[in-house]
């Protein structure tokens, strides 16, 4: 334990920054801290391996649970874990997280191996459910407040502290690879709106898990989410011009529309597939896509 000197403070929040510019599967955790309490936000690869926070915190909160953002929480066994109901089961055991992940057969059983023995998940069935809204008070007039954002995952939420603006966005990470929703609890939808909510909230400033880290300026965190919104319109862009001649779904994920051609993780096809399932679905209740036969689309005429 300790501090190093990445770790830096903006206000009431000590951020934590992971290895590599927090790139995955690394990324940057806080430590939202009052006069009677200090709550640690997604602990990190970097606070594993670093042994936890470098000061005494309370509870853990997390914005969702993805494998990235739990491998810290060993070092807090019995500390109170607080995580969005609709993320809940992900964070009890690890077949609730293989179920929203989706994934099955032998891709499941690789991927709850490797989330177990690189991540170091552990369930933890005494977590706390939270919805929209809730509200933590740290002392000395600091508050925290869950905003939800669904869309990323199911239970998907940003942390608000007060008064001094910082807004906590999880997985809204602003990366040049864009908005992420290959999960089974992944909606397109969902993340559209969260994005928009984003938009609606003053701070002054927006701390990311991944790569962006902390940036200062509500115009420039507007310019930021504007490009990572756009590259949901390419992917749409990209699939109806796929879609000119009639396709397969699984001619769809052999293209590729959120990985590139290059990347080898074992999990790619599965979330090329529920990203393609989320956007046909989209392009079918508009209208801009029919079923011309089944099981093949294609724009309308
Ligand atoms: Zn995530």
């Known amino acids: 334990m300790g501090s190093t000197a990445e770790d830096q403070r903006y206000g009431g ?13 690394d990324g940057n955790s806080f430590v939202f801290e009052g006069s009677e309490s200090r709550l640690l936000v997604d602990p990190s690869m970097t606070v594993h391996g670093r042994g936890g926070a470098p000061v005494p915190v309370d509870g853990v909160l997390l914005s969702h649970v993805h494998e990235d ?27 609730g997280l293989m179920d929203a992940y989706g994934y099955e057969g032998e891709l499941r059983a690789h991927w709850q191996e490797e989330v177990l023995r690189d991540f170091h998940y552990v369930g933890r069935p005494d977590a706390t459910a939270f919805e929209d809204g ?22 998907h939420c940003g942390f608000l502290v007060e008064p001094d603006g910082f807004f906590a966005i999880g997985d809204i990470d602003l990366t040049g690879f864009g908005p992420y929703y290959g999960d089974a609890s992944s909606t397109l939808e969902g993340f559209r709106r969260s994005i928009a909510r984003c938009r609606e909230v003053d701070a002054r400033w927006f701390g990311t898990f991944h790569h962006k880290g902390v940036i200062e300026g509500r115009a420039t965190f507007l310019a930021l989410l504007d490009d990572f919104e756009a590259v949901i319109d390419r992917r749409e862009v990209a699939m109806l011009e796929h879609l000119a001649e009639p396709r397969t779904l699984d001619d769809l994920v052999r293209h590729r529309f959120v990985y590139r051609p290059g990347v080898d993780l074992s999990f790619v096809d599965m979330v090329e597939r529920r990203t393609a399932e989320l956007h046909l679905a989209a392009f079918v209740a508009s209208g801009q896509v029919v079923e011309v036969e089944p099981g093949r689309f294609c724009v309308a005429a």
């Open 13 to 25: 929040v000590l951020v934590m920054g992971g290895a590599d510019g927090g790139k995955y599967p």
């Open 69 to 95: 953002h739990v491998p810290g929480l060993t070092h807090y066994p019995t500390l109170p874990v607080w995580v969005h109901r609709d993320d809940h089961p992900a964070m009890v055991s690890i077949d």
């Open 134 to 155: 809730m509200r933590w008070d740290l002392g000395g007039g600091r508050t925290v407040t869950a905003i939800f954002l669904p869309g990323h995952t199911a239970g």
